[in-house]
Protein backbone atom coordinates (compact mmCIF):
# COMPACT_ATOMS: atom_id res chain seq x y z
CA UNK A 1 0.00 0.00 0.00
CA UNK A 2 0.67 3.61 -0.37
CA UNK A 3 -0.36 6.54 1.27
CA UNK A 4 -0.06 10.06 0.11
CA UNK A 5 -0.09 13.50 1.56
CA UNK A 6 -0.14 16.67 -0.28
CA UNK A 7 0.58 20.24 0.58
CA UNK A 8 1.78 23.64 -0.24
CA UNK A 9 -1.63 24.79 -1.79
CA UNK A 10 -3.39 27.95 -0.65
CA UNK A 11 -4.30 31.63 -2.14
CA UNK A 12 -2.45 33.72 -5.28
CA UNK A 13 -2.86 36.30 -7.31
CA UNK A 14 -3.67 35.80 -11.32
CA UNK A 15 0.31 35.12 -12.73
CA UNK A 16 1.90 33.95 -9.41
CA UNK A 17 3.20 30.95 -8.87
CA UNK A 18 2.64 28.14 -6.35
CA UNK A 19 4.42 24.55 -6.08
CA UNK A 20 2.80 21.62 -4.27
CA UNK A 21 4.35 18.71 -2.72
CA UNK A 22 3.17 15.33 -3.03
CA UNK A 23 5.05 13.26 -0.10
CA UNK A 24 4.69 9.34 -0.76
CA UNK A 25 5.36 6.35 2.45
CA UNK A 26 6.43 3.18 1.69
CA UNK A 27 9.64 1.34 0.68
CA UNK A 28 8.75 1.72 -3.37
CA UNK A 29 8.16 4.73 -4.33
CA UNK A 30 10.93 4.48 -6.86
CA UNK A 31 8.25 2.27 -8.98
CA UNK A 32 6.06 4.34 -9.14
CA UNK A 33 4.27 6.30 -12.05
CA UNK A 34 3.35 9.93 -10.08
CA UNK A 35 0.36 11.45 -11.28
CA UNK A 36 -1.19 15.02 -10.55
CA UNK A 37 -4.52 15.53 -11.54
CA UNK A 38 -7.17 18.40 -10.57
CA UNK A 39 -10.72 19.26 -9.47
CA UNK A 40 -12.92 22.46 -9.86
CA UNK A 41 -16.38 22.74 -8.79
CA UNK A 42 -19.21 21.64 -10.94
CA UNK A 43 -16.76 19.89 -12.86
CA UNK A 44 -14.74 16.41 -13.25
CA UNK A 45 -11.50 15.31 -12.39
CA UNK A 46 -8.76 16.36 -14.72
CA UNK A 47 -5.68 15.44 -15.78
CA UNK A 48 -2.74 17.90 -14.87
CA UNK A 49 0.96 16.10 -15.09
CA UNK A 50 2.29 12.63 -14.30
CA UNK A 51 6.30 11.28 -15.05
CA UNK A 52 7.13 7.62 -15.04
CA UNK A 53 9.14 5.86 -12.59
CA UNK A 54 11.57 4.48 -15.29
CA UNK A 55 12.43 7.12 -17.50
CA UNK A 56 10.60 10.07 -15.75
CA UNK A 57 9.53 11.36 -19.04
CA UNK A 58 6.86 14.22 -18.25
CA UNK A 59 3.53 14.45 -19.80
CA UNK A 60 1.26 17.38 -19.43
CA UNK A 61 -2.20 18.80 -20.39
CA UNK A 62 -2.48 21.37 -22.97
CA UNK A 63 -3.99 23.40 -20.64
CA UNK A 64 -0.97 23.51 -18.27
CA UNK A 65 2.23 22.80 -20.93
CA UNK A 66 4.75 25.72 -20.64
CA UNK A 67 3.61 26.71 -17.17
CA UNK A 68 3.68 23.74 -14.93
CA UNK A 69 6.39 21.37 -14.07
CA UNK A 70 5.99 17.89 -12.91
CA UNK A 71 9.43 16.70 -10.73
CA UNK A 72 10.13 13.83 -8.10
CA UNK A 73 12.89 13.19 -5.57
CA UNK A 74 13.19 9.28 -5.11
CA UNK A 75 15.32 9.89 -2.21
CA UNK A 76 12.59 12.07 -0.10
CA UNK A 77 9.62 9.95 -1.48
CA UNK A 78 8.35 12.93 -3.09
CA UNK A 79 6.65 14.72 -6.09
CA UNK A 80 6.39 17.74 -7.12
CA UNK A 81 4.28 20.51 -8.85
CA UNK A 82 5.66 23.83 -9.86
CA UNK A 83 2.98 26.29 -10.96
CA UNK A 84 3.98 29.51 -12.90
CA UNK A 85 1.59 31.94 -15.09
CA UNK A 86 -1.16 30.72 -12.83
CA UNK A 87 -4.63 31.87 -14.19
CA UNK A 88 -8.00 31.59 -12.00
CA UNK A 89 -9.53 28.30 -14.19
CA UNK A 90 -6.55 26.93 -12.49
CA UNK A 91 -8.54 27.13 -9.71
CA UNK A 92 -9.34 23.34 -7.96
CA UNK A 93 -8.83 20.74 -5.26
CA UNK A 94 -5.43 19.55 -6.54
CA UNK A 95 -5.03 15.58 -6.16
CA UNK A 96 -1.74 13.47 -6.18
CA UNK A 97 -1.83 9.88 -7.57
CA UNK A 98 0.22 6.96 -7.87
CA UNK A 99 0.32 3.55 -10.15
CA UNK A 100 2.87 1.17 -9.93
CA UNK A 101 3.79 0.91 -13.88
CA UNK A 102 6.49 1.82 -16.05
CA UNK A 103 4.32 4.34 -18.08
CA UNK A 104 3.12 7.55 -17.84
CA UNK A 105 -0.66 7.71 -17.63
CA UNK A 106 -3.59 10.53 -18.54
CA UNK A 107 -6.51 8.60 -17.34
CA UNK A 108 -7.44 8.66 -13.89
CA UNK A 109 -8.77 5.12 -14.11
CA UNK A 110 -5.24 3.58 -13.93
CA UNK A 111 -4.50 5.22 -10.72
CA UNK A 112 -4.74 2.94 -7.85
CA UNK A 113 -3.58 5.49 -4.74
CA UNK A 114 -4.65 8.72 -4.09
CA UNK A 115 -4.25 11.82 -1.70
CA UNK A 116 -6.68 13.95 0.03
CA UNK A 117 -6.12 17.04 -1.82
CA UNK A 118 -4.76 20.26 -1.36
CA UNK A 119 -6.40 23.46 -2.82
CA UNK A 120 -5.52 26.00 -5.08
CA UNK A 121 -6.91 29.68 -5.53
CA UNK A 122 -6.19 31.42 -8.17
CA UNK A 123 -7.62 35.08 -7.43
CA UNK A 124 -8.36 37.48 -10.56
Known amino acids: QVQLVESGGGLVQAGGSLRLSCAASGRTFSSYTMGWFRQAPGKEREFVAAMSWSSSSPIYSDSVKGRFTISRDNAKNTVYLQMNSLKPEDTAVYYC?????????????????WGQGTQVTVSS
Open 97 to 113: AAVRTYYASRNFHEYDY
